[in-house]
């Protein structure tokens, strides 16, 4: 059973940043897909960050210069480092993942993903 477990949301000051962690285990896909999205309120879910088993990456044009999502491969885990913060990155972030079925890259669209951790809260203040 694949499990994802996210940490380090919190609160912030508008400019500040914040390191996400998501553990993963129970999962050995050879190519995989891991991605952040987040959700923020009366929002549909939308991604921030993709990478591969490859280690290639995706951001959305809006996200690229502040977001950068890695991997630890020996620690199993996940992280979304978000650099200048704004009030609008404000919601909850979600890590998810799943093999990459064959297509040879990774979607950025929730509906790729079946597997879903719980979210962790990030709040960015004025």
């Known amino acids: 059973q694949v499990q994802l477990v996210e940490s380090g949301g919190g609160s912030v000051q508008s400019g500040g940043s914040l390191r996400l962690s998501c553990a993963a285990s129970?999962?050995?896909?050879?190519?995989?897909?891991m991605a952040w999205f987040r959700q923020a309120p009366g929002k549909e879910r939308e991604g921030v960050g993709v990478?591969?088993?490859?280690?290639?990456?995706w951001y959305p044009d809006s996200e690229k210069d502040r977001f950068s999502i890695s991997q630890d491969n020996a620690k199993n885990t996940l992280y979304l480092q978000m650099n200048s913060l704004k009030p609008e990155d404000t919601a909850m972030y979600y890590c998810?993942?799943?093999?990459?079925?064959?297509?040879?890259?990774?979607?950025?669209?929730?509906?790729?993903?079946?597997?879903w951790g719980q979210g962790t809260q990030v709040t960015v203040s004025s």
């Open positions: 998810a993942a799943n093999s990459d079925r064959g297509l040879g890259y990774c979607p950025a669209h929730r509906t790729f993903y079946n597997y």
């Open positions: 990478i591969d088993s490859n280690g290639s990456t």
């Open positions: 129970g999962y050995t896909y050879s190519n995989y897909c």
